[in-house]
């Protein structure tokens, strides 16, 4: 019965998008990344399984009050830059370095207002320690521990962490541009 319904689904997917649905709308997405959270400060879910199957990805823990917090910024100019080649950027607020908003209402008005996020971000979850979030326990397994707010984390098209950028490196540096068209 299960098996019907994911064909089901699929076929309906490609009647939807007038069988022009590109390969990674079916691509199955990492094991790792089978979670669903909710959308910062909102009741819509976030299907990371959804939004990441077969797409490269950037996921970034952040902080609203960090002296990186300008990186939104940036990531926001990634966003824009490379959407459209399928890239998915997504924020993790976190308290982990004890400089996240008091809420998530607050975290919001930072993302969105001050910065004009329009990039995923998740609900505020853990991102260090014995209670990590799983996505963020597979990230420190295959690249570290983020060692403080706006670790990026680079994630190819098949769910391998490629790369980890700390904090100090910019979203549009070089490297971090350099190594995203090398997965586009």
Known sequence: MMMFKHYFIKILLVL????????????ACAPW??????QLHSGIALDLCAATAGKPLLLV???SFCGFTGQFEGLEELHQT???QDLVVIGFPSSAFNQAAKDEEEAAKVCFFNFGVTFLMSQTIPVTGANAHPVFEH????????SWNFNK???DRNGLVVERF??????????????IESLL
């Open 16 to 27: 939807m998008l007038g069988f022009t649905a590109s390969p990674a709308v079916f691509a």
């Open 61 to 63: 823990n952040t902080a």
């Open 82 to 84: 490379y959407k459209d």
């Open 166 to 179: 700390r904090e100090w490196t910019s979203p549009t540096s070089a490297s971090v541009m350099g190594a």
């Open 153 to 155: 984390y680079l994630v």
């Open 33 to 38: 990344l089978k979670h669903d959270l909710k």
């Open 139 to 146: 990230l420190k397994q295959q690249k570290g521990q983020p």
